[in-house]
């Protein structure tokens, strides 16, 4: 029998009612014949519910282990509801905590990176012929024997490195859309979904501010081959694969469109720093000072001063809610940097176009200018990867600029997509 | 430096105000020079919500397993909040489940035995000068892996066998009364705090259906040797000493009253089968098949039937949740048994006297019975044990009887004790 690993987010599970259909719906892949590993989130508003708790109980930051001990109650009442639910459907099923099941992290609190995946007892569950459900988004560290939490996406991370782990046909993931679309509906509306995306394309979409799947999973199905199939749990419509497979089987279409997607992204702020030394050293002394406050940067442009003589400014971008820790850190250390200014912009858009075909096709930057030109949008920062290229707007233009590239990149569809808003985590 | 455990009930931890009051105390206990092990319940109303939940999503009795993987998620929240309370009061504190405290059970879920407490973190905590917070109600059994809870009064069995395995000086039960009472103040307006009990009355008065402390808790006191303090939560006052300890001190009062307390318990109920034929081996027969129900009776009287030739009645009481089952369980085998009738009664109350100086004291049935008679209680059934006696009175009349009782044995106080409501889990 193939394994199927089905990934069910805090949405799909908000309620007892909604927990009773994601029964139904296991309990039916599971008598098609397969066997079911299930990971689930926490019930939809229960992770916000306890860190308002905990913000009750002490000033400040709650400390980081007992923080991951409370929130990981979340998942405990979810996965232990779903079971009940599917063994009143008459089938066998078995709840387990990260730690049951083996997810072996380091011991980073709240942001945990899996080291081992042993899932000796989901192993077992399923040769008794009961289906397993799993607690996402959390594992435990071996040295200290506490419990840790992965962090953002996790339950996705969760499901997808079971599924590496125990060899898994496909790893569902349930969310409230049909899938991957070629850009926002929100934001254009003529965004479609996509069948097929490559794991490398996805990374780099998940990277440009798209919700749907997080860009840990993927990076992690990416390395381990593990087949992500993303759809809705609110209809049986076949969703996105997402693979690694570029070679096309006999029969696909071998032309591959040059562009997959559009990301646009108005959770990162900018600072720059002006009149920085232009000398050797400076930009690492910076993001050490940077690095320090554990903010993840994203882009990063230093610009050639053309005003004053031996010095240069250097701009980035970064999450908002890191930008407080960013500017004081930097602020303390402004006589030791010797730089001059200290500015930031919270009303930046970072406009995005993935494609692995991208590689391969000359132009696209062109192409991507000139439709960004005509549609009156100023850019303000460039960053290319090798099939990513990312621009930053002013926010206001953000929906301007993703429309003129999704026209310009011949991705509009024929219909109006439905909207949709992100998942959680 | 002496140990300390205190355990706090779920209505100490009910809200995030609750919870940091309850550090407070915590935290003065560790400066005043203490060791301090803390057992906490889940917060409040959470266990009852989590039921209720676990009936939305299934019809019938929820899996016993997942029922327990559910409720041991309460726990973790006010566990996690609580440590991080202290924490934010400067002092260092960590937070462990059942299974990392080591508390080995047995895999009856739901009311899992103490198997083994193997409390090696929670000693390498204190060992660091950190109070250690420890989930009560809850274990996890070495050969199937899985999370237990040990059912009502969970948490005060946790705190008692901890304090066995550690050592620890006292155990203090924080509550929402002063300490254990001559009788429930709601029922006898002049009962009064008793400042010391026995560990063997106190096992009788719970028995009898004292609510402050469970009579598993008091049992595993007895047996280790645990000395337990009932005391408020809501005042620094001393309650109740429970001990072992019946040689008095130097300087304490020899005297000691012939009787400790009054209890009354209207939770019970009443089955009568009429007509067994009177065999040997038929009361076996019968509480067999109750047995079978997993149903706890408590009192048990056999009338010689006066009427019938050669049968006889046997009456019992047993937990009015238990009836159905029980009724259903001796309907199906009334041909086999070859009974005539079956009669049950929700309308009853026990009321009870306990106190360890019966054991020498001539005449305590007589006081007992003239001063029902002179209330004019009627008396259903009787019992008697080697320093308890309880009789089943209508339920209406049990106000009355109790406080007969009380005023006979000298138990009055001079003023008017305030009321008390039972605890949680």
Wanted: aromatic share 4%; hydrophobic share 45%.
């Amino acid at each position: 029998m193939s394994l199927i690993v089905q990934k069910f987010g805090g949405s799909s599970v908000a309620d007892a009612a909604s927990i009773r259909r994601v029964a139904q719906r296991i309990a039916a892949t599971r008598r098609a014949g397969h066997d079911v590993v299930v990971v689930v989130s926490a019930m939809g508003d229960t992770t916000d519910e306890l860190l308002d708790l905990a913000n009750q109980v002490v000033e400040g930051h709650p400390a980081p282990r007992e923080l991951d001990m409370l929130l990981t109650s979340g998942e405990r009442i979810s996965m232990a509801l779903l079971a009940m639910a599917i063994k009143g459907l008459g089938l066998e099923a078995r709840s387990y905590t990260g730690s049951q099941a083996g997810m072996i992290t380091d011991e980073r609190h709240g942001k945990a990176r899996i080291l081992e995946v042993a899932p000796r007892r989901i192993q077992e569950a399923i040769a008794d012929g009961a289906i397993a459900i799993v607690a996402g988004f959390q594992g435990f560290n071996r040295e200290t024997g506490d419990i840790t939490t992965l962090g953002r996406g996790g339950s996705d991370t969760t499901a997808v490195a079971l599924a590496a782990a125990m060899d898994a046909e496909v790893c569902e993931i349930y969310t409230d859309v049909d899938g991957i679309f070629t850009a926002d509906p929100r934001v254009v509306p003529k965004a479609h979904k996509v069948d097929r995306i490559t794991t490398e394309e996805m990374v780099e979409l998940a990277a440009a501010g798209a919700k749907v799947l997080y860009i840990r999973a993927v990076e992690f199905a990416r390395r381990h081959g593990v087949r992500i199939h993303v759809r809705s749990s609110f209809s049986d419509l076949e969703g996105t694969i997402v693979t690694n497979r570029t070679v096309p089987a006999e029969g696909e279409t071998v032309e591959e469109p040059v562009v997959a997607g559009v990301a646009t992204d108005l959770s990162e702020s900018k600072i720059t720093i002006v009149g920085v030394p232009d000398v050797p050293g400076k930009a690492a002394q910076i993001f050490t000072i940077v690095a320090d406050t554990l903010a993840n940067i994203d882009m990063i442009v230093q610009n050639v001063s053309t005003t004053r003589s031996g010095e240069t400014d250097i701009s980035f971008t970064l999450a908002k809610s890191d930008v407080p820790a960013v500017l004081a850190a930097l602020e303390a250390a402004r006589a030791e940097v010797g730089f001059a200014e200290l500015l930031h912009d919270d009303d930046i858009a970072k406009v995005s176009v993935v494609g692995a075909g991208m590689r391969s096709s000359a132009g696209v930057s062109a192409k991507l200018f000139t439709a960004l030109y005509e549609a009156g949008v100023n850019m303000e920062m460039i960053s290319t990867s090798e099939i990513r290229i990312s621009v930053v707007t002013r926010a206001s233009a953000a929906a301007t600029a993703a429309r003129a590239i999704h026209a310009a990149f011949g991705l509009d569809g024929e219909a109006d997509a439905v909207v949709y808003a992100g998942t959680g985590r």
